[in-house]
């Protein structure tokens, strides 16, 4: 329960004041960083000054005008044992630099960034044993500069009783994800569990496996912010992959809203069109697809590599240079062996790097052995020896093959890709399949090595991510740094793959692996629903009330146009939010121009945008909908194979549900979906037996 403040109560007035007071202090900071023109300063006179202070002052000036509208969230109350007892005061906030303002009741308080260590009280409404000692936790909700909620979330049994005049008691108000438009923020109303994995240490991996609705990306977007201020990173350090481009502009007002502008977010197919320097696509009709992404195909690979490294020692033979020189010590002779054996210790034992680097370590090894031998020499007669050494050592070194740029690789992938096992044949100037991209990449990571590492790689939505991918993420991350795995392996929609026990992932990854089973985006009788169709049987714990649901109905073709657009038309009608209409596999080409020209006016309809922002509606396979949400769905089995439990129609079922926020429908065309109605009927039955009390 939380206490929510009337409007006319004392306390209500005082956090009045004390926005008017914190929005005065933030416009006389800004007037004061800028000049008689109007532009930001940027430091003093002094150069070396300058240099120190003008990034910091301008960084200060950007947060906090856009910020200035909504400083805060809410304050917490507490006593620094180390300080005494007097409470403190402090305001959490978006910004990541921090401001002191004067409150109503002449107080210097401190507006915090939301990921200080302190500010973690306002999340978990635990004390910290020893340090702190927690009293009051209020959320503030703030709109258009004015204080629009006061609610204390927590107030310590210390504190006296509050009368029936300041406000009432209330179910707390827990983090709802916004339905449809754009994901936000979820800071005001973080949970303990999402806040710990946000914060943990950089060089922590994690595999989060979440459900629906549990928060997922938007933790680990909320982590990227947090290591960026906490780790001192630079954009430039992070590494995010997504499933889509849709996607990405779905979660894109995140990063920007908690002061990380720069942070560029990557779809993974262009990302890795980029890097190869080659079309890309996400599937292949290749019967060996299964193999293709099964972690034994990784493993066939770097044995391959292995192999590959071997015969080139194999066939290198012996580095011989005779040599004759005059030392101080008189005459010395002799003959310098770099032997095939040292050569093959050299690639046997230095797997660790790529082959390209581990040439440059048998040419180090090489020219420390010329300059031991020929120390003392004459320096005329040391340095013509020297270039005759490296001479000798490029012709030896071309009696082998050598990769040398990702085309040389392209050229003999095809042997790599038979050698793992994969028996179709591969034409390496067609379009790239996803799995293929990536194991290419892999390769050049263990041939060529990788032109920049990062401190942080987020792989999100990665259930369809082939096991190669997650290799590579592992290739790409630098040596302090770690890796994220973002996903639900009971979303995976790709045909050729089975469930992947994402524990045995983590374990690979030696990462930290969490599930989370709660779900803040759909009502309880959508997540009842959904529970239901889970192909593994695991229940969501719904964290929401209400919700929608209808027993499946068949719709002849002559009607399925108008009866989708008469419920399009209503529930554009009874939400702010987005309706989808989502096909198993493919929409009918017919159908959707049937849809266009049905529809009123007044509704912006599109099929699979490539920014879903601006429509009301959207049409949509679910490979497209996988990670979106929408007020309202429904879901159109175009066939009788359509979301029903042959082939990925189990997942699909699963998935088209799960994208609903508030209400959700099937139709069958031609036919009645058979795996709905059953799942429909048992969420009524947890429903009748009270299944749907909220945690």
Not at 387 to 405: G, I, N
Not at 486 to 492: A, E, I, L, R, T
Request: aromatic share 8%; net charge negative; proline share 5%.
């Amino acid at each position: 329960m939380e206490y929510r403040y009337r409007p006319s109560s004392h306390t209500f007035a005082l956090e009045r004041k004390n926005l008017a007071q914190a929005l005065a202090t933030i416009k006389k900071r800004i007037q004061a960083l800028l000049d008689s023109k109007g532009t930001p300063v940027s430091g003093y006179n002094d150069i070396t000054v300058y240099q120190a202070v003008a990034r910091g002052q301008q960084i200060w000036y950007e947060e906090w005008d856009r910020h200035g509208h909504n400083p805060y969230y809410g304050r917490i109350e507490y006593v620094d044992r180390t300080e005494g007892e007097e409470p403190t005061v402090v305001y959490v906030s978006k910004a990541q630099r921090s401001l002191e303002f004067e409150d109503a009741n002449g107080r210097l308080v401190d507006i915090i960034p939301w990921n200080a260590p302190v500010a973690r009280m306002f999340i978990t409404h635990r004390s910290v044993p020893g340090q702190w000692d927690l009293d009051r936790v209020t959320r503030i909700g703030i709109d258009n500069l004015e204080v629009v909620e006061v609610a204390d979330t927590f107030r310590g049994p210390m504190l006296p009783p509050l009368p029936d005049s300041e406000g009432e008691n209330a179910a707390e108000q827990l983090f709802e994800k916004r339905g449809g438009g754009k994901l936000s923020d979820i800071v005001a109303t973080l949970q303990e569990e999402q806040y710990d994995l946000i914060v943990q240490p950089l060089r922590q991996n994690l595999v989060i496996q979440g459900g629906p609705g549990s928060g997922k990306t938007e933790i680990a977007l909320h982590r990227i912010v947090h290591l960026l201020h906490s780790a001192a990173l630079s954009p430039q350090q992070i590494l995010y992959l997504g499933p889509s481009g849709p996607f990405l502009r779905y979660v894109s007002d995140i990063l920007p809203s908690l002061d990380a502008q720069d942070v560029v977010l990557h779809d993974l197919v262009s990302w890795l069109s980029r890097e190869l320097g080659v079309p890309v696509r996400k599937k292949s009709a290749s019967s060996d697809d299964a193999l293709l992404y099964d972690e034994v195909f990784t493993q066939r690979l770097e044995r391959w590599v292995d192999h590959y490294a071997a015969n080139l020692a194999k066939n290198l033979g012996d580095l011989r240079m005779a040599f004759d020189v005059e030392t101080v010590s008189g005459r010395h002779q002799g003959t310098l062996e770099l032997s095939s054996a040292q050569v093959y210790e050299t690639f046997a034992t230095s797997s660790r790097y790529s082959l390209r680097e581990r040439w440059r370590l048998l040419r180090h090894r090489w020219d420390q052995m010329v300059e031991t031998a020929l120390a003392g020499a004459e320096s005329r007669q040391l340095t013509s020896y020297q270039k005759l050494a490296r001479q000798r050592f490029d012709h030896w070194q071309e009696q082998v093959p050598r990769v040398e740029t990702i085309q040389d690789l392209m050229a003999i992938y095809p042997v790599a890709r038979q050698e793992a096992g994969i028996e179709a044949p591969f034409h390496r100037e067609s379009v790239w399949a996803l799995a293929d991209a990536l194991a290419l990449l892999f390769l050049a990571g263990k041939f060529l090595g990788h032109s920049q590492h990062y401190a942080l790689v987020v792989l999100d939505e990665a259930q369809d991510v082939p096991a190669v991918g997650f290799a590579l993420a592992e290739q790409l991350v630098s040596t302090n740094g770690s890796l994220t795995l973002v996903g639900d392996p009971f979303q995976h929609l790709n045909p050729y793959t089975e469930v992947e026990n994402w524990s045995e992932v983590a374990n690979r990854l030696h990462a930290q692996h969490v599930e989370l089973l709660d779900n803040y985006r759909s009502g309880a009788q959508i997540v009842h629903l959904a529970n239901a169709a889970h192909p593994a049987g695991i229940k969501q714990v719904p964290r929401r009330g209400g919700g929608i649901i209808h027993p499946p109905v068949k719709v002849s073709e002559s009607k399925v146009a108008e009866a989708v657009m008469q419920e399009v038309v209503r529930g554009k009608r009874e939400y702010l939010g987005q309706v989808a209409v989502i096909f198993a596999n493919k929409a009918p080409r017919d159908l959707l121009e049937r849809f266009q020209r049905l529809k009123p006016e007044t509704i912006e309809m599109a099929f699979e945008p490539e920014n879903p922002e601006p429509y009301d509606v959207i049409m949509a396979t679910v490979e497209y909908a996988k990670g979106l949400e929408f007020d309202m769905v429904i879901l159109m089995a175009e066939t009788e194979e359509a979301f029903e439990t042959t082939g990925a129609g189990a997942y699909q079922l699963f998935t088209g549900i799960s994208r609903a926020r508030e209400e959700v429908m099937m139709m069958g065309l031609r036919h009645l979906p058979k795996l709905y109605g059953r799942c429909y009927r048992q969420a009524l039955r947890m429903t009748k037996f009270g299944s749907s009390a909220l945690r």
